[in-house]
């Protein structure tokens, strides 16, 4: 140690007495107030997903049975674990479902044809991908008439109490590891580091406190991660922990979850700082050179971990911005264990690092650790409020959702409390300065005692981790924009004694199903060939056709993301011969909501903790900079370098996008004609009959243009129609429409081949 070592004294004058009992409290007060932060930050955190869109809606009176049940989530679900049960008021299981193979985030359930009359229950089980949080809740539905003495139940909030444990044990021995390493490298080694020392450059005595620190929370840590998957495989699987681990049921959730694939990547990581630590306990002797590299890459090691907790967080199901969520949240983590953790392993190595000293050479010591760590903390704060700003804004929509949710009311109660707990810290920062802080002595006055009021800081500090805790646990608001749907559309067409009823759901743009009932005389139709394709008109563009499967009870059901923008759409039904045809108007209002545009609150929050990081970056970029030979050729080139390059990606960026455009309006440009016929069974039927008394085609020509309709365009055809194709003659005596019956008619040789009609 840089410090001399005289013999150990108490202070002699009463300044240095007060600043002795000063430091004495403070550090008192600090470490009570870590340890709550870091025992009561890893408070767990309630399921966030929430369902996005349901049909039917919860309660809703139908004057039939919907053919399936289907309930869209914020987030996707781990399809192994999530299902659903539809049960009659009876109790009798009536249809099961699970997760879409076509949409992760969507639970669905064939329901049979004929349901009679009465109250139907959905129990929903769903655990979701980001952060393997279960929830149950129940919907309800009636088909007839609303049936009295039947409820469906909300989800439970209730936190589960091994999860409060491992969530606990984990995150706080991560913190500590990560402010254990950073204090090491960024505080002590610059405050006390000595060449004297071969092993870390800090006394043995100090080096055998932080190795302690270290092993303690390795420990802890690897305790957690074995508590964290015991737990969740307990909860996807619904068994106990005995179970869990003689069926080796934590082996499935760690290989075949998404919880799993964090679980593996934070044991390794954790894995990789003990190997680093135990190599630098095992080489301290032979190359004691080695301790400080092998403690900086645990540093960067531990952020990693700290990461893994991020890509699980509430951010990962946030609809704004999610990656951008995971960084913030992420820097926040980061923040928080610089600050809480690093203040953690301060005050439990401060008393053995000062212990030889006494008198002014103990304050100077001190002080040379606190003024640098008090740098580090001040910056770390700062990224915690702008952080946790743009966090709190992913989740408040509105003002009353912070006035009438149980989630902004903790929010707004932790506000509270921080104001509280920033303006006592002011005075003390102010007590301590007082010749910077002259004016405010009237203030400052009331706490140069300082222990009433660290004891009130201590309180306040409590209660602020606890509100901490409780925001944590609660629901976050369900937006605005996930609780109003439009009706999906549904059609029925009647062709012969055929009929042909289409739903579509949600129907907008993204993924849509395709629930297609057929009847004939009143009865289900069994065995038949259903096909469906998606056309849009106005690009004269067409999807394929596609085989919908029978769901039983002339049900059949498909399912695509043919629709990828708002306009008018066709829907095309082949039923072994017979055409039904649809026609919609697609709004993007009825599209399921996954996420949402930033705000300018959203965008503000967002610029704060941009700054903030900047700051943070500030001393280091000025230290590359003062290191920089600013000539003015370097300065020329450099500029010119920059400008240079920034032209070079924004022209290529432009010529790509230009060109991705021109390919595009090459390979599908728009209709200079557009069909306006709907290409049902009467227009084929007049096509038909028009076509055979007025083209005449045939031959090998014809079967060529029939060879050709998967790529070749209405309007193509049209022309054809209009003015013949090779050797095919034009269909004389037509009209606009009739040649548009009779382009569709020959386009329904592309799924139907060559038969003869």
Known sequence: MKFPLPPRSRPTTASGWIKHRVGTRYSVSLQAFLLLLILLSAAPAAAHGYIVRAIPDDRAVLERAPTRLQYWFSESL??????????????????????????????????????????????????????????????????????????????????NALEVVWRALLLSA????????????????????????AAGLLPPRVMRRLSAIIAAALVVAFAGSVIAIIQQAMVLFNAGPGQVIAQNLWSIVRAGTRFGDLWTARV??????????????YFRQEQPGLVHPFWTASAWAMALVIGTFSAGS??????????????????????????????????????????????DTRRTALLAALTRFSRLAAVCVVIVVTTGIYSSLNWIYTPSDITQTPFGGALAFKLLLVAGLLLLALAHHAALRPERFARWQAVVGRVQTFLPTLRLEAVLAL????????????????????????????????????????????????????????????????NAAVRLRLANPARDWRGAWETAESAGGGLYVAANADIDRAGDWWALVNVDNTRAAFAWTISDDAAVPQWRNPGLLNLLALAGVIVALAWAVYPLARRVYRRLDLNPANVTIAIGAVVATTLFIVIGV???????????????????????????????????????????????????????????????LYAAVRDGWRTLPPCAGLDDRQRWDVMNYVRSYEERGMRDE
């Open 314 to 359: 509430h951010a990962a199901g946030s609809p704004l911005l999610p990656w951008v969520g995971i960084v913030v949240d992420w820097a926040h983590a980061l923040a928080v264990g610089l600050w809480a953790g690093g203040l953690a392993a301060l005050v439990l190595v401060l008393p053995v690092a000062l212990q030889p000293y006494s008198g």
């Open 78 to 159: 781990e399809p192994d674990f999530s299902s659903m049960t539809v049960r009659d008021q009876a109790g009798n299981t009536v249809a099961t479902g699970g997760v879409s193979g076509d949409n992760a985030a969507l639970l669905s359930a064939r329901l049979p044809s004929n349901l009679p009359d009465g109250a139907y229950v959905a129990e929903l089980r769903v655990a979701f991908a980001s952060d393997g949080h279960v929830i149950t809740e129940t919907r309800l539905f009636f088909v007839g008439a609303e049936v009295g003495g039947v409820e469906s139940a909300p989800a439970a909030q209730a936190a």
């Open 268 to 281: 390794l990581l954790l894995a990789l700082v003990a190997a680093l630590y135990g190599a630098s306990l």
């Open 463 to 526: 209660l602020v981790v606890g509100a901490a805790g409780l925001l944590s646990a609660t629901p976050v608001p369900v937006p605005p924009f996930a609780q109003d749907a439009l009706p999906p559309p549904t059609g029925t067409q009647t062709v012969g004694d055929t009929h042909v009823t289409l739903t579509m759901t949600p129907g907008g743009p993204g993924v849509n199903t395709y629930d297609v009932t057929v009847t004939r005389g009143g009865q289900p139709v069994e």
């Open 654 to 716: 432009v010529v790509i996008q230009t060109t991705q455009a021109q390919y595009d309006a090459t390979l599908n440009p728009l209709p200079a004609v557009v069909n306006p016929v709907l290409p049902d069974t009467a227009s084929l039927e007049r096509g038909q009959a028009l076509f055979k008394a007025s083209c005449g085609w045939q031959g090998s020509d014809w079967m060529a243009l029939v060879e050709r309709l998967p790529r070749t365009r209405d309007e193509a």
């Open 174 to 197: 991560a913190l500590l590891l990560l402010g254990t390493f950073s204090l090491y490298v960024l505080v002590l080694l610059p405050a006390w580091g000595n060449p004297a020392h």
